[in-house]
């Protein structure tokens, strides 16, 4: 089963199925486009180089149900979509486990032949034209002198207690078939934590007490320091600079080494030209 929503970047969402107040009518989310550079040949082109536009999407959208409640969908929704704009920070569409970040940038609303359906077509604007799914892993920090139930006192919930493997050793595979972009969190306590990641070193010459951590992301080029109590410290001058910690990492199976001092998280971001057909 194929599902569809759009998520603003306040995490307001919106069902587009079936079964909810609003769903797809028509839209093609599996095209694009690659463009390309080169020198005019008497016969064809030689390419340099390949890239990717901004790209658009005509969706079509049913909203049915009472007046009411067509009205309160259309309201919110609008609400919403302009908010992202006015404030330039995207959206999600999601496509199951792919999503697409992008504004909703023109709207047309008319009623539908249907007295209980009115039609809202838009017009998707994808800056970033890639649909993007994640692989995460976590890796533990190696056994300790605490067992790994008595935790650390952070407000909010981490993916995995800080204790558990027994060396700094482990794999990693993204499974994709291209590198790929990633967000590297690092939790404290830790001193300059460095991830072999196949032989490639990522390195932050930090200190992380016990209550900080620390999120890396080679796709928006950013590396900051955060306190349990959301204190933000951006230390991107601290980054190790040669080999760059923002280089992309494999897409394959790769072997992951780090001094097992301290526990960390590994996303890949994995991106195609569609979503995947399922």
């Given at each position: 089963?194929?599902?569809?929503?759009?998520?603003?970047?306040?995490?307001?969402?919106?069902?587009?199925?079936?079964?909810?107040?609003?769903r797809v009518?028509?839209?093609?989310?599996?095209?694009?486009?690659?463009?390309?550079?080169?020198?005019?040949?008497?016969?064809?082109?030689?390419?340099?180089?390949?890239?990717?536009?901004?790209?658009?999407?005509?969706?079509?959208?049913?909203?049915?149900?009472?007046?009411?409640?067509?009205?309160?969908?259309?309201?919110?929704?609008?609400?919403?979509?302009?908010?992202?704009?006015?404030?330039?920070?995207?959206?999600?569409?999601?496509?199951?486990?792919?999503?697409?970040?992008?504004?909703?940038?023109?709207?047309?609303?008319?009623?539908?032949?249907?007295?209980?359906?009115?039609?809202?077509?838009?017009?998707?604007?994808?800056?970033?034209?890639?649909?993007?799914?994640?692989?995460?892993?976590?890796?533990?920090?190696?056994?300790?002198?605490?067992?790994?139930?008595?935790?650390?006192?952070?407000?909010?919930?981490?993916?995995?207690?800080?204790?558990?493997?027994?060396?700094?050793?482990?794999?990693?595979?993204?499974?994709?078939?291209?590198?790929?972009?990633?967000?590297?969190?690092?939790?404290?306590?830790?001193v300059s934590?460095?991830?072999?990641?196949?032989?490639?070193?990522?390195?932050?010459?930090?200190?992380?007490?016990?209550?900080?951590?620390?999120?890396?992301?080679?796709?928006?080029?950013?590396?900051?320091?955060?306190?349990?109590?959301?204190?933000?410290?951006?230390?991107?001058?601290?980054?190790?600079?040669?080999?760059?910690?923002?280089?992309?990492?494999?897409?394959?199976?790769?072997?992951?080494?780090?001094?097992?001092?301290?526990?960390?998280?590994?996303?890949a971001y994995?991106?195609?030209?569609?979503?995947?057909?399922?």
């Amino acid at each position: 089963m194929i599902t569809l929503q759009y998520v603003n970047s306040q995490q307001k969402t919106f069902q587009f199925l079936a079964s909810s107040v609003s769903r797809v009518k028509t839209a093609n989310f599996h095209k694009y486009a690659w463009k390309y550079s080169g020198l005019e040949r008497q016969f064809g082109v030689n390419v340099s180089s390949f890239q990717k536009n901004p790209y658009e999407y005509e969706v079509e959208l049913c909203v049915k149900g009472t007046m009411e409640q067509r009205k309160t969908f259309l309201n919110s929704f609008h609400e919403a979509a302009a908010y992202d704009v006015i404030n330039l920070t995207p959206g999600k569409l999601w496509w199951n486990d792919f999503y697409l970040e992008c504004y909703i940038t023109e709207t047309s609303t008319y009623p539908s032949e249907d007295d209980f359906t009115t039609v809202n077509d838009i017009l998707v604007f994808a800056p970033y034209p890639f649909w993007i799914q994640t692989k995460t892993t976590n890796f533990y920090k190696v056994s300790s002198t605490y067992a790994a139930d008595d935790g650390l006192d952070f407000p909010f919930d981490f993916p995995f207690d800080f204790a558990g493997e027994t060396s700094g050793y482990s794999t990693f595979n993204a499974d994709h078939y291209v590198p790929c972009d990633f967000e590297l969190i690092v939790y404290g306590p830790a001193v300059s934590p460095r991830v072999l990641i196949n032989g490639h070193p990522y390195q932050v010459f930090t200190t992380l007490a016990s209550t900080e951590y620390m999120i890396l992301n080679s796709k928006n080029k950013t590396v900051y320091k955060y306190t349990n109590t959301g204190t933000q410290t951006n230390i991107y001058n601290s980054r190790q600079m040669f080999p760059s910690v923002f280089d992309k990492i494999p897409g394959s199976a790769v072997p992951v080494i780090w001094d097992g001092s301290f526990g960390f998280t590994l996303t890949a971001y994995k991106e195609r030209g569609e979503p995947e057909w399922i």
